[in-house]
């Protein structure tokens, strides 16, 4: 998926911001979730050097938005529970992202319907095509 996003490095560098936060939401920090952490940074080739503001950015498009979002989703599942608090944050990140708020409540119910198992790939299409035709 991050071959096909276009993310500047102060984009990468709120991704990562926001992560975190998500993390820390519910004060139950997991391994895991630091481990995926590192892992985006990794496939986002990112480096603090690159940074230009200390101004928080977000991609310009669509798809690169939706794809952070994506990987914020993935991090709050990582821990097998999905919290209120994290529920909160996903939805204060998906607007910071200028995501559909209806879309963002789609993904977070469906999130709290699969708690401790997978997603299935095609609900989460089946969310996207009810707002994005």
């Known amino acids: 998926m991050h ?3 276009h993310l500047s490095a102060d984009d990468k560098r709120h991704l990562l911001q926001m992560m975190i936060s998500l993390i820390k939401a519910d004060q139950l920090e997991h391994p895991h979730e630091w481990q995926y952490i590192r ?7 990112y480096h603090q050097t690159e940074t230009t503001t200390s ?3 977000v991609p310009k498009d669509e798809p690169s938005r939706m794809a952070c979002f994506y990987y914020l989703l993935f991090l709050s ?8 608090a ?3 944050k996903l939805y204060e990140h998906a607007l910071k992202l200028g995501l559909n708020e209806l879309m963002a409540r789609d993904f977070v119910d469906l999130l709290r319907d699969h708690q ?3 997603v299935p790939p095609q609900k989460m ?3 996207i095509r009810r ?3």
């Not at 892992?39 to 080739?45: K, P, R, V």
Request: charged letters at 25%.
């Open 116 to 118: 401790g198992r997978p």
């Open 3 to 5: 071959d096909q996003i």
């Open 77 to 84: 599942k990582i821990d097998g529970n999905v919290s209120t």
């Open 86 to 88: 994290e529920e909160n």
């Open 131 to 133: 707002y994005m035709s």
């Open 125 to 127: 299409i089946a969310v």
């Open 55 to 57: 101004e928080l950015t």
């Open 39 to 45: 892992e985006i940074s990794q496939q986002l080739d």
